[in-house]
DNA sequence: CTACATCCTCTAGCGACTAGAGGTGCAAGA
DNA sequence: TCTTGCACCTCTAGTCGCTAGAGGATGTAG
């Protein structure tokens, strides 16, 4: 069996060296055998787990629901339940974080549009900045 | 004079009290002057400064780009082209971030309305995360 | 005078890493 | 065999923008 080495499991994963040590201190990650020289030396398995935990945080899971996520995978007899709750949870995150982040949009274009391109005080970007009275949206 | 408390400043603007003196902290509000017991006394000057830290805080802008525009807000006779290249970068990032979280809210629609609700080694969710592969999208 | 709210400073913690110091392991070329 | 040089090791501290808590002082109303 031939060794994985830290350096070639980040590649393989897409996960950073120290991103990886760093998962294996929160638990994360079992803490993989490890060679003569004391250098950690990964198996197969332990890189399909890094690319799950790296997708998972590139969908914007926070590191607690990534932890149940990989205990519900590591029993594959569980009910899935847990795993839809989730996902659907960071869907209403997201779409809620979209909603909000339209508002904004339109509040910085207003801004940018309205920017005469002169001096401060005539400054649109300062002046809505400074008066939340004149945003579009009450509520961002 | 009336002399403003911490309090009253942070509930006239919006601000946390220990927001406020952790902004106090950092250089974004000047120190104010103490009564005889070392209590904070705030100016009006310093209300309407909290609230625009506390308006472009909420527009996403990062502290040190507040303290740009502060710097700006307080010498009107400058040219505005700095503020405009703040809230444009910020435009930027915003319509970015709403790209991909778009890209991101068809990807967990996809797991949800897959996931069969039976048990884990059927479900769509652990799936798609374990295997980037199945993505609709390749880059999130 | 006595409650009690509000204020003060200071330190530590959050999430999810990232950077750096200071040292060791290992493989390949001269 | 030696040496170069990269990859690895542990540990601590820093990032951002606050937030929480301890432990004590001040201010105000009844």
Redesign the pocket.
């Known amino acids: 069996m031939k060794k994985i ?4 499991a980040a590649r393989q994963s897409g996960v ?4 990886v ?2 998962y294996e201190s929160i638990g994360l990650l079992a803490a993989p055998s490890r ?6 030396s990964f198996e197969p398995a332990d890189i399909s787990r890094l690319a799950f935990i790296r997708h998972a ?1 590139e969908l914007g899971f ?3 629901a990534i932890r149940t996520l990989l205990t519900l995978q590591d029993d594959p007899h569980q009910s899935c339940a847990s795993a839809d709750a989730i996902a659907k949870a960071r869907l209403v995150e997201v779409e809620q974080r979209i909603r909000s982040l339209m508002a904004l949009k339109a509040e910085l274009e207003t801004m940018v549009e309205g920017c005469g391109h002169g001096r401060v005080d005539q400054c649109r970007v300062i002046e809505v900045l400074a008066d939340h009275g004149q945003c579009t949206h009450s509520r961002h």
Request: proline share 5%; glycine share 10%.
């Open positions: 080495t830290i350096g070639e950073k060296v120290p991103t040590r760093y060679s003569e020289g004391n250098q950690r945080r926070e590191i607690e």
